[in-house]
């Protein structure tokens, strides 16, 4: 009888897996399905046999945060529902072990930390000061590298043999910790320290889109010319940092990246820990390239709240028009959020189908409807985030998503160009 139930468990199993795919085929819009039997993609810092050698007799520093993480113990597949695209997923489910944590394990001699924003262990807000200090776990010095001191000074490196940076990047530009990964660059190459980078899939690597950086406007947002998604590994990025001669007088930094496993530019990555305090899942991943662009405006994108970047709302906006509401509070990784503690009228964007492109509209009809166009941009900020003072200019004047979008693509096929030289994968 057991045997019976087993073998229809496993029938109703097959049946729904299958529809669940044709459902998925059906609507290329959605997330693609992921067959249970793929490699889930690794990230470098996995390959510790290819590291772990170079690190041998060494004094090392790691730049690190809460996603720089080993995986440890066998992977489980679990089958979910996923509600941004109502399709059902195997999703890779493993325990980590922190990568500072696992090298001291096996006896690297780990001398200094150095942390991003948003610090060690992932807790501060955005744009707040990250002191220096101790890691209470390890007992190691814990250098910031975000608010005044975000290039490791010469002192700081002093005896240090090699740097290893593992940070998860989101792979938009506006995303601070590849501006941290070129000073880091840059420091070492000044002190003739070698880099490794563990390299981490991206989780927005299917696409290139947006407005191109200009290079008046380039700041810790963004310091090199590219466009507002960029398509590449943080270990593609290092390596068109470094040949493209982005680094100060065109240094070079030795650079040795550790490859990600699984995986290439169509694979589909869920992240197992929040990447910031304020993109909680991978729907808020998904959206940010498009809502963070809201940051230089005066909507709130749910900071405040525990939906960050799967919402957005504003008190001057039309409740016919904007029904969903919300109000902002402070929590973990916003102490001071957008109209914090004011009812906001705004758009439920949770069960938005996984996209491809920067999607402007949300942006664009929201200028149109808001109650207070004169205020509506903080247009030092704005243009720090898309890169360019054309943007704000079209939404002003009216312009389409589709006319501001054909504006971008001169300069994204120049950058495709660019990108070929350092991809690393297909």
Same mark, same amino acid.
């Given at each position: 009888?057991?045997?019976?139930?087993?073998?229809?468990?496993?029938?109703?199993?097959?049946? =729904?897996?299958?529809?669940?795919?044709?459902?998925?085929?059906?609507?290329?819009?959605?997330?693609?399905?992921?067959?249970?039997?793929?490699?889930?993609?690794?990230? !470098?810092?996995?390959?510790?046999?290819?590291? =772990?050698?170079?690190?041998?007799?060494?004094?090392?520093?790691?730049?690190?945060?809460?996603?720089?993480?080993?995986?440890?113990?066998?992977?489980?597949?679990?089958?979910?529902?996923?509600?941004?695209? !109502?399709?059902?997923?195997?999703?890779?489910?493993?325990?980590?072990?922190?990568?500072?944590?696992?090298?001291?394990?096996?006896?690297?001699?780990?001398?200094?930390?150095?942390?991003?924003?948003?610090?060690?262990? !992932?807790?501060?807000?955005?744009?707040?000061?990250?002191?220096?200090?101790?890691?209470?776990?390890?007992?190691?010095?814990?250098?910031?590298? #975000?608010?005044?001191?975000?290039?490791?000074?010469?002192?700081?490196?002093?005896?240090?043999?090699?740097?290893?940076?593992?940070?998860?990047?989101?792979?938009?530009?506006? #995303?601070?910790?590849?501006?941290?990964?070129?000073?880091?660059?840059?420091?070492?190459?000044?002190?003739?320290?070698?880099?490794?980078?563990?390299?981490?899939?991206?989780?927005?690597?299917?696409?290139?889109?947006?407005?191109?950086?200009?290079?008046?406007?380039?700041?810790?947002?963004?310091?090199?010319?590219?466009?507002?998604?960029?398509?590449?590994?943080?270990?593609?990025?290092?390596?068109?940092?470094?040949?493209?001669?982005?680094?100060?007088?065109?240094?070079?930094?030795?650079?040795?990246?550790?490859?990600?496993?699984?995986?290439?530019?169509?694979?589909? #990555?869920? =992240? +197992?820990?929040?990447?910031?305090?304020?993109?909680?899942?991978?729907?808020?991943?998904?959206?940010?390239?498009?809502?963070?662009?809201?940051?230089?405006?005066?909507?709130?994108? !749910?900071?405040?709240?525990?939906?960050?970047?799967?919402?957005?709302?504003?008190?001057?906006? +039309?409740?016919?028009?904007?029904?969903?509401? #919300?109000?902002?509070?402070?929590?973990?990784?916003?102490?001071?959020?957008?109209?914090?503690?004011?009812?906001?009228?705004?758009?439920?964007?949770?069960?938005?189908?996984?996209?491809?492109?920067?999607?402007?509209?949300?942006?664009?009809?929201?200028?149109?409807?808001?109650?207070?166009?004169?205020?509506?941009?903080?247009?030092?900020?704005?243009?720090?985030?898309?890169?360019?003072?054309?943007?704000?200019?079209?939404?002003?004047?009216?312009?389409?998503?589709?006319?501001?979008?054909?504006?971008?693509?001169?300069?994204?096929?120049?950058?495709?160009?660019?990108?070929?030289?350092?991809?690393?994968?297909?």
């Amino acid at each position: 009888m057991r045997l019976i139930s087993l073998k229809n468990t496993v029938l109703l199993f097959l049946v =729904l897996v299958l529809s669940c795919a044709s459902k998925s085929d059906n609507d290329s819009n959605k997330i693609d399905k992921i067959d249970k039997d793929d490699p889930v993609p690794l990230a !470098g810092a996995t390959q510790t046999e290819e590291y =772990l050698p170079l690190l041998a007799n060494k004094r090392v520093a790691i730049v690190a945060n809460q996603t720089s993480g080993i995986y440890n113990g066998k992977l489980k597949m679990e089958f979910e529902r996923v509600l941004s695209s !109502g399709d059902s997923l195997y999703h890779a489910k493993r325990d980590q072990t922190h990568l500072v944590d696992s090298l001291l394990s096996r006896g690297v001699n780990i001398v200094k930390v150095f942390a991003p924003e948003h610090g060690f262990r !992932g807790r501060a807000d955005a744009g707040e000061l990250v002191a220096d200090g101790k890691d209470t776990k390890t007992g190691l010095s814990i250098v910031s590298l #975000y608010g005044k001191n975000k290039k490791p000074s010469d002192q700081q490196l002093e005896g240090i043999d090699v740097i290893v940076f593992d940070i998860q990047d989101v792979g938009v530009r506006f #995303y601070t910790y590849i501006a941290t990964m070129h000073y880091v660059m840059e420091a070492a190459a000044q002190n003739n320290i070698s880099l490794i980078i563990l390299d981490r899939p991206n989780p927005n690597g299917q696409f290139i889109d947006g407005p191109t950086m200009q290079k008046e406007h380039t700041s810790f947002l963004g310091l090199h010319p590219i466009p507002l998604v960029h398509g590449m590994t943080i270990g593609e990025y290092a390596q068109m940092i470094n040949g493209e001669g982005w680094l100060k007088e065109a240094i070079k930094c030795d650079l040795k990246i550790i490859n990600n496993k699984y995986y290439n530019h169509s694979s589909h #990555y869920s =992240l +197992p820990v929040r990447p910031s305090p304020n993109l909680p899942n991978d729907t808020a991943i998904h959206l940010y390239p498009s809502l963070g662009l809201l940051e230089g405006t005066t909507l709130n994108a !749910g900071r405040g709240t525990e939906m960050q970047f799967q919402i957005f709302g504003d008190p001057a906006l +039309p409740k016919q028009d904007y029904p969903f509401t #919300y109000t902002p509070k402070p929590n973990f990784g916003a102490k001071y959020p957008k109209h914090n503690g004011t009812s906001c009228n705004g758009l439920d964007l949770r069960d938005t189908k996984r996209m491809y492109k920067v999607d402007l509209s949300w942006i664009i009809e929201a200028y149109a409807s808001h109650t207070n166009k004169t205020e509506f941009f903080n247009t030092i900020n704005f243009t720090a985030h898309s890169g360019t003072p054309e943007l704000q200019k079209q939404i002003e004047a009216g312009w389409n998503m589709d006319q501001i979008r054909e504006s971008w693509q001169l300069e994204i096929e120049e950058f495709k160009k660019i990108r070929a030289k350092y991809l690393r994968y297909e």
